[in-house]
């Protein structure tokens, strides 16, 4: 499913297949950051986020450190995984980095750290770099290959 919907993502915003993010994907993170941040549309701005698929995982990854507080301490996720004994994953974070690690974790079955229930400083920073190294080091069309 997610390869799907990130071949999609790519193809249809016409973008270069090697590209490792795009000047329009990275706006339309950081919007979709932004609209993160209102109450009103927190929930439906981290279902677009996760839509986005692997392309946009850079473009995510580049907003990790943003530590800024929810409006709502809440993110619900639908459990992908084969042994799942609920439809859906649900968290807790505290801030924005909280939030889009469980986002990240789940379009790519990666995982540098839990801190989708909140953290401390030290394990946020643990995580971004985990993320930060991650998509240094792996080629775009092997961001969600590990599933």
């Known amino acids: 499913m997610f390869l799907a919907a990130a071949v999609s993502a790519s193809t ?29 549309t927190e929930a439906q701005a981290f ?8 392309p946009a995982v850079p473009a995510i990854v580049k907003h ?9 301490a809440y993110i619900r996720l639908q459990n992908h995984s084969a042994d799942a004994f609920e439809a859906f994953r649900q968290y807790g974070p505290k801030v924005l980095t909280d939030a889009l690690a469980a986002i990240l974790n ?11 229930n909140g953290g401390t ?6 995580v971004v770099k985990g ?5 240094a080091k792996t080629p775009p069309e092997k961001l969600c290959t590990s599933f």
Do not use: M, N
């Open 47 to 54: 279902q677009k986020l996760e839509a986005l698929g692997c």
């Open 64 to 72: 990790l450190d943003d530590r800024r507080k929810l409006p709502v």
């Open 121 to 126: 400083e030290e394990e946020r920073a643990k």
């Open 12 to 40: 249809a915003g016409g973008g270069d297949k090697g590209s490792v993010t795009s000047p329009d994907l990275d706006a339309k993170v950081a919007a979709l950051v932004e609209e993160a941040l209102v109450e009103e």
């Open 131 to 135: 993320w930060r190294e991650f998509v």
């Open 106 to 116: 789940q379009v790519t079955g990666q995982h540098f750290g839990f801190i989708y």
